[in-house]
T-cell receptor
Framework: GAVVSQHPSRVICKSGTSVKIECRSLDFQATTMFWYRQFPKQSLMLMATSNEGSKATYEQGVEKDKFLINHASLTLSTLTVTSAHPEDSSFYIC?????????????FGAGTRLSVL | GIQVEQSPPDLILQEGANSTLRCNFSDSVNNLQWFHQNPWGQLINLFYIPSGTKQNGRLSATTVATERYSLLYISSSQTTDSGVYFCAPHNAGNMLTFGGGTRLMVKP
């Protein structure tokens, strides 16, 4: 199946620093990628839709100035957590699919575990 | 938006037992995926099933789209089946709405 690579897998940082997470589609092009967040023992919640060449679409309650998304190419989307604080500590996962059609199969990266001290 | 409910929330099985996990959703969907999340957080695609029944080894899934539910069957469970199982219907576009998950522990 298609491969989605996410990097880094684990980040530990001090409060106030910014952290960039990369999501790459390795063997297909993706005009759209999705970013999810998962707190401990909870489900995954969609944060935003990353659109190649245009602005991301954020879900209600997600601060666009805090979670900057850049989808500059058809194989790469980045999520930057700006001025991270302990409450931003979470598991961040991206997904993408090789087909544009509605309901097409989505593949997930391995996730990034962010710990803010 | 669409509501997704999974049951049971927690399940403990003895190795070798069978189980059925259920996923109810509140609206019609384009597609649905079942995942197994391993202890490291990786989501593993199990099934991509808008309707009908599919089988893969000891696992099978059935989606009845007209009645808005999907079932995941695990037969002859093994300790390696432990983890969290999520169903995720496809919303508008290709974003997924995840259910709350079923946390499965299989004891030797």
């Amino acid at each position: 199946g298609a491969v989605v690579s996410q990097h880094p897998s684990r980040v530990i940082c001090k409060s106030g620093t910014s952290v960039k997470i990369e999501c790459r589609s390795l063997d297909f092009q993706a005009t759209t990628m999705f970013w999810y967040r998962q707190f401990p023992k909870q489900s995954l919640m969609l944060m935003a839709t990353s659109n190649e060449g245009s602005k991301a679409t954020y879900e209600q309650g997600v601060e666009k100035d805090k979670f900057l998304i850049n989808h500059a190419s058809l194989t790469l989307s980045t999520l930057t957590v700006t001025s991270a604080h302990p409450e931003d500590s979470s598991f961040y996962i991206c997904s993408a699919g090789p087909n544009r059609g509605m309901g097409s199969l989505q593949y997930f990266g391995a996730g990034t575990r962010l710990s803010v001290l | 938006g669409i509501q997704v409910e999974q049951s049971p929330p927690d399940l403990i099985l003895q190795e070798g037992a069978n189980s059925t996990l259920r996923c109810n959703f509140s609206d019609s969907v384009n597609n649905l995926q079942w995942f197994h999340q391993n202890p490291w957080g990786q989501l593993i695609n199990l099934f991509y099933i808008p309707s009908g029944t599919k089988q893969n080894g000891r696992l099978s899934a059935t989606t009845v789209a007209t009645e808005r539910y999907s079932l995941l069957y695990i037969s002859s469970s093994q300790t390696t089946d432990s983890g969290v199982y999520f169903c995720a219907p496809h919303n508008a576009g290709n974003m997924l709405t995840f259910g709350g998950g079923t946390r499965l522990m299989v004891k030797p």
